[in-house]
């Protein structure tokens, strides 16, 4: 299986679980740890309903109702493009990744059988408690709210994002930025 990156090599990292393992708390928190460090961070949220990014009544809205196939809005803070698939199926995963702009990572939260490294989110209040790891050798870590078979990975608490930031920096050869710079010998400040 051939493992999927981002523009120029840039590496993909999952956050995979079941439904109210943790994942959108692990991804928000590993987003604002690594965006602190000073990395660029684009991500990617899949969605099992129906999306909806713009309110019933706005512009944009009408717009496609009207029966446009894409909508741009634009704005001096941010923009999206919102493609309609009408009965078409979803875009690739990797066309996905293709498509986003060039970063220092990607993080996925979703597609837990996509062929890209992830991080395992287990809680006690999934709805599923069955292990992604024992069936996915691209889970390089698991991260769970409470004691849990290892698999073979490193297993993290759930709220360890220092420990699990350096395990995705150490996994993916990210440029390790959680150090302070070492000041030349010759430095005088």
């Keep these: 299986m051939k ?3 981002g523009r120029d090599g840039t590496p993909v990292l999952g956050i995979a679980g079941w439904k109210k393992s943790g994942k959108t708390m692990l991804t928000v928190r590993l987003v604002t740890e690594l965006t602190r460090l000073g990395y660029r961070i684009a991500t990617v949220k899949h969605a099992h309903h129906d999306l909806q990014l713009d309110a019933s009544e706005t512009d944009s ?3 496609r109702r009207a029966g446009a196939g894409q909508v741009a809005v634009v704005s001096n803070e941010r923009w999206a493009l919102i493609t309609e698939l009408k009965g078409a199926p979803e875009p690739d995963f990797a066309d996905v990744i293709a498509m986003l702009d060039p970063c220092d990572l990607i993080i996925v939260e979703g597609y837990k059988s996509a062929a ?3 991080i395992e ?3 006690l209040a999934s709805f599923t408690r069955e292990p992604i790891a024992p069936k996915d050798p691209l889970v390089i870590a ?3 709210d409470h004691p849990t078979e290892a698999h073979g990975r490193p297993v993290f608490p ?3 994002i220092d420990g699990l930031v350096a395990l995705i920096v150490e996994q993916l050869g990210l440029d390790d ?3 302070p710079a070492i000041k030349a010998a010759n430095d005088p400040s």
């Design 116 to 118: 890209i490294p992830k």
């Design 3 to 5: 493992r999927i990156t």
């Design 61 to 63: 809205a009408r717009h």
């Design 177 to 179: 930025r959680s150090k």
């Design 158 to 160: 759930l709220d360890d």
């Design 142 to 144: 698991i991260a769970a």
């Design 121 to 123: 989110a287990r809680r």
